[in-house]
C-alpha cells in the first residue's frame, strides 16, 4: 500500500493539483481562463464516458452490472443521512448549512473517479465500464436526501419548485456530456474507439495534469477564503467522512463479490464528495445554505484528500477484500 501510494502522489496529476494548490495559497497570479476551464472539463467527460461507453459495448450487461447500479444508488441515498447527523452531532453547523453539506458526500467526484481510474490503469487492474454509469446516477439521489433532511429547518422557500429542481440536476452540463458520451460509446463500440481514440483516450493524461493545476487553483482560492468558516470538528469530518464511506462502500463490495478494479471504484465513487452538480442544486433549492462552508469543505478538504491519500487506500482495500 505505502509504495501505491507513493507512485500516486508523485503522479503527474497529483503533483501538479499540488502546484496549483501551493500557488493559490501563496497567492500567485497564476490562473487558467475560465473559457479553458470548461472546455477541459468538458472534454475529461466526453473522454471518461466513452471510454466506459467502449467498455460496456465489449462487456455487455449483466446481472452484476445491475447489482452495481443499485449498490451506487443505495449509497447514494444513505451516505447524505450518516453525514448530516455526524455534522449535526459534531460541529455546531445549523441544520441547513449540515444538510447542504452533507448532500456532496452522498453524491459524488467526477475529477477523482477519473484520477482513480488512472490510478487503477496504472496498478495494472481492470474494471468494468460500467461504472460511469453508475457514477452518473449517484450524482442524484443525495440531493433528494439532503432536501429531506434540510425540509424541517428551512425557514424560506426554494427559488424555483421542484420541477425545476429535477431539470437542473439532469441537465447539469456534467451528467449531460458524461451519460451522452456514454451511450455514444456503447453504441458506436469498436469502431468509435478507432475513429476517436486518439483524441479522447491516449492524451487523457495530459488534459488530466492541466484540468488539476486549475482544480489546485480552486481549492486553494476555496482555503484561503473560507477557512475561518470551519471550525476544527468540520475539517475534521472531511477527512473521516470519505474513510466512512469508502468502508460502507467496501461492505456492498463484498456483498456483490466485485472484482478488484471495480470495488476500487465504487469505494471511491462512495468516498468523493461533489463540487459541481451539487452545489449548483443547492444553490437553487437550499438558498440560506454557505456555498463557502459546503464548496470549501467539499474541494478544499476531503478533495485534496482523496487525490493525495485517499485513492491509494481505496484501492488497497479492494484488493484485500476480492483476494
Excluded at 484540468?211 to 470538528?233: C, E, I, K, V, Y
Excluded at 467496501?250 to 476500487?264: I, N, R, S, T, Y
Excluded at 469505494?267 to 440560506?288: F, W
Excluded at 467539499?298 to 481505496?314: A, E, R
Aim: proline share 5%; hydrophobic share 60%.
Amino acid at each position: 500500500m505505502i509504495d501505491l501510494a507513493v507512485s500516486t502522489i508523485l503522479s503527474p496529476v497529483v503533483l501538479f493539483f499540488v502546484l496549483g494548490l501551493l500557488a493559490a495559497l501563496a497567492r500567485s497570479n497564476m490562473a487558467i481562463p475560465e473559457a479553458l476551464s470548461k472546455g477541459l472539463a468538458i472534454y475529461l467527460m466526453m473522454a471518461i464516458g466513452l471510454k466506459g461507453g467502449f467498455e460496456m459495448a465489449a462487456s455487455g450487461l449483466s446481472a452484476e452490472v445491475i447489482g452495481v447500479l443499485a449498490a451506487g444508488a443505495a449509497l447514494s441515498f444513505l451516505i447524505p443521512i450518516i453525514a448530516y447527523a455526524l455534522l449535526r452531532a459534531t460541529t455546531k453547523l445549523p441544520g441547513v448549512d449540515a444538510a447542504a453539506s452533507a448532500a456532496h458526500y452522498g453524491s459524488i467526484s467526477i475529477v477523482t473517479f477519473v484520477a482513480a481510474t488512472q490510478a487503477v490503469d496504472l496498478s495494472g487492474i481492470s474494471y468494468g465500464g460500467h461504472l460511469v454509469a453508475v457514477a452518473a446516477l449517484m450524482e442524484t439521489p443525495a440531493i433528494i436526501t439532503a432536501l429531506i433532511l434540510a425540509g424541517r429547518h428551512q425557514k424560506t422557500k426554494p427559488t424555483a419548485g421542484s420541477t425545476g429542481l429535477i431539470r437542473e440536476v439532469a441537465l447539469n452540463a456534467s451528467v449531460v456530456v458524461l451519460i451522452g458520451a456514454l451511450v455514444i460509446g456503447w453504441i458506436t463500440g469498436e469502431a468509435g474507439k478507432a475513429q476517436v481514440g486518439n483524441v479522447f483516450i491516449s492524451p487523457l493524461q495530459g488534459v488530466l495534469c492541466l484540468f488539476l493545476l486549475d482544480m489546485g487553483l480552486s481549492a486553494g482560492r476555496g482555503l484561503r477564503q473560507g477557512w475561518r468558516l470551519l471550525q476544527p470538528a468540520t475539517i475534521a469530518f472531511g477527512i473521516y467522512m470519505p474513510i466512512l464511506s469508502a468502508g460502507l462502500a467496501a461492505v456492498f463490495c463484498m456483498l456483490l463479490g466485485l472484482p478488484a478494479g471495480d470495488a476500487a471504484l465504487l469505494i471511491t465513487l462512495a468516498a468523493s464528495a461533489s463540487y459541481i452538480a451539487v452545489p449548483a442544486a443547492m444553490r437553487l433549492a437550499l438558498p440560506e445554505a454557505k456555498p463557502a462552508i459546503y464548496l470549501t469543505l467539499s474541494l478544499g478538504v476531503t478533495f485534496p484528500f482523496n487525490l493525495t491519500f485517499g485513492i491509494p487506500l481505496y484501492i488497497f482495500i479492494a484488493q484485500m477484500i476480492a483476494g
